[in-house]
């Protein structure tokens, strides 16, 4: 399985961004998609997921600004980025998790300007 992530760039705070994040090769049924993120130094943090029936989860630090959505069939998810902060700027990693495992696509950095 292969994750592809795209999406990420430099905006000035208070934009949007959206991510994408498509798999490909998937064999098993997909049940929870969602995206991380990490800075140096820190640890990987959760931002949001979605279940194959469609229950969001979000940090409290990006609710209510921060949309995730997917299709567990196609195996893609996405997450879009609204009122964009500079505590915002990491490298966005999405996963997917089947019966199969766990998949993590390669990150794409987001960098938010005060």
């Known amino acids: 399985v292969q994750l592809q992530a795209s999406g990420g760039g430099s905006v000035q705070a208070g934009e949007s961004l959206s991510l994408s994040c498509a798999a490909s090769?998937?064999?098993?049924?997909?049940?929870?998609m969602g995206w991380y993120r990490q800075t140096p130094g820190k640890e990987r943090e959760l931002v949001a997921t979605i279940t194959s029936r469609g229950v969001t989860n979000y940090a409290d630090s990006v609710k209510g600004r921060f949309t995730v959505s997917g299709d567990s069939v196609k195996g893609t998810v996405f997450l879009q980025m609204n009122n964009l902060k500079p505590e915002d700027s990491a490298v966005y990693l999405c996963?997917?998790?089947?019966?199969?495992?766990?998949?993590w696509g390669q990150g794409t950095l987001v960098t938010v300007s005060s």
């Open positions: 996963k997917l998790s089947t019966l199969g495992g766990v998949e």
């Open positions: 090769g998937l064999h098993f049924r997909v049940n929870l």
